[in-house]
T-cell receptor
Framework: EDKVVQSPLSLVVHEGDTVTLNCSYE??????LLWYKQEKKAPTFLFMLTSSGIEKKSGRLSSILDKKELSSILNITATQTGDSAIYLCAVVDNAGNMLTFGGGTRLMVKP | DAGVTQSPTHLIKTRGQQVTLRCSPK?????VSWYQQALGQGPQFIFQ???????QRGNFPDRFSGHQFPNYSSELNVNALLLGDSALYLCASSYTGMTTFFGQGTRLTVV
């Protein structure tokens, strides 16, 4: 059974800090790893990672996959209060039919 | 372009009742998946529909059933509701294994 574990469970930082969120996985026939941001209801797509060692970047957010270590990190630099959310990591197997999610990391950014 | 739309947004039902949730996928998407997200947890895969057939199913009882229509929209039905079915139900759509996008969800409360 595929498994995804995220750490830390929750994090409180101040505006301007840099944070690193972790995701480790066990999946048969890995296809891709996705990061989502969930503020209220709908998880919104951040990144899809398929190749190890290639950083994906969008503004202050970046993410990288390490297939050898079966893990990924999501970095947020110069955090803002608007970054406060639950960050979800999910993996997709080669069948590509379902996402297996971790429990999420709850990030709170204080002014 | 409308994204994934779900209805209703909120719903309160009594134990033992039946409920139907609806989802319209993002334009151009042919695959619809349903997820259950309990409070404080990551989404759990219920099932996926493609070409009007259930393609894969997660670890959910037969009380959970679904349907996909020729226009790719989908319904999730839950019979004999239990208190434990209270959750956020998320619909997600994709096109042949590409990035998955989520709707705003339906918050179901069973009393």
């Amino acid at each position: 059974e595929d498994k995804v574990v995220q750490s830390p469970l929750s994090l409180v930082v101040h505006e301007g800090d840099t944070v690193t969120l972790n995701c480790s996985y066990e999946v048969t026939n890995f296809r891709s790893l996705l990061w989502y941001k969930q503020e209220k209801k709908a998880p919104t797509f951040l990144f899809m990672l398929t190749s190890s060692g290639i950083e994906k970047k969008s503004g202050r957010l970046s993410s990288i996959l390490d297939k050898k270590e079966l893990s990924s990190i999501l970095n947020i630099t110069a955090t803002q209060t608007g970054d406060s959310a639950i960050y979800l990591c999910a993996v997709v197997d080669n069948a590509g039919n379902m996402l297996t999610f971790g429990g999420g990391t709850r990030l709170m950014v204080k002014p | 372009d409308a994204g994934v739309t779900q209805s209703p947004t909120h719903l309160i039902k009594t134990r033992g009742q039946q409920v139907t949730l609806r989802c319209s996928p993002k334009s151009g998407h042919d695959t619809v998946s349903w997820y259950q997200q309990a409070l404080g947890q990551g989404p759990q895969f219920i099932f996926q529909y493609y070409e009007e057939e259930e393609r894969q199913r997660g670890n959910f009882p037969d009380r959970f059933s679904g349907h996909q229509f020729p226009n790719y929209s989908s319904e999730l039905n839950v019979n004999a509701l239990l208190l434990g079915d209270s959750a956020l139900y998320l619909c997600a759509s994709s096109y042949t294994g590409m990035t998955t996008f989520f709707g705003q969800g339906t918050r179901l409360t069973v009393v």
